[in-house]
């Protein structure tokens, strides 16, 4: 079960200063089982908690924020132009988890402007944003031209 989507577009870029600090906001995610969906039972009873689709064990062992955010299903990369900064990302799951934890966590240190653009199994179009150190879901708006066509 679960809600199907995939990426369609992104412009995301962290800069090599702030990736150790990024890095430490997502192992900071990992402290509060409370918000966290995933998990495991023995007799009925909740022994393991982790956010959806998110080994909280790798996460917590990950050394660098390339490693944490794989964990997570974004694998982010670097095309070498500015120093090691990131500057892209990219999406290899299949269905929605908890992203909205991730994408808060590293809000500070992601670059204004970056987003993520993605489609859900049913069309819906959203994005993720970044802006002012904050993190935003918009939904996409579709406009149709009015009146025909133009010749």
Not at 8 to 31: D, N
Not at 69 to 93: A, H, K, L, Q
Not at 101 to 121: H, K, N
Not at 126 to 131: F, G, P, Q
């Amino acid at each position: 079960m679960g809600y199907c989507m995939s990426m369609r577009a992104a412009k995301f870029h962290v800069s090599e200063a702030l990736k150790a600090k990024a890095l430490e906001a997502i192992k900071g995610t990992m402290k509060d089982e409370s918000n966290m969906r995933g998990g495991s039972w023995t007799g009925g009873k909740q022994t393991e908690r982790w956010y959806s689709w998110v080994s909280t064990k790798a996460v917590l062992a990950a050394l660098t924020f390339e490693d944490a955010m794989r964990e997570w299903g974004y694998p982010v990369s670097s095309n070498g132009m500015n120093n090691d900064d990131v500057d892209d990302i990219s999406f290899e799951g299949e269905k929605i988890g908890q992203e909205d934890f991730l994408f808060r966590a590293i809000a500070p240190y992601v670059t204004d402007g970056s987003y993520i653009e993605m489609q859900g199994e049913d069309g819906a179009l959203w994005r993720w944003l970044w802006a002012r150190g904050e993190f935003h879901e918009q939904e996409a708006i579709i406009s149709w031209e009015s009146g025909p066509p133009k010749k």
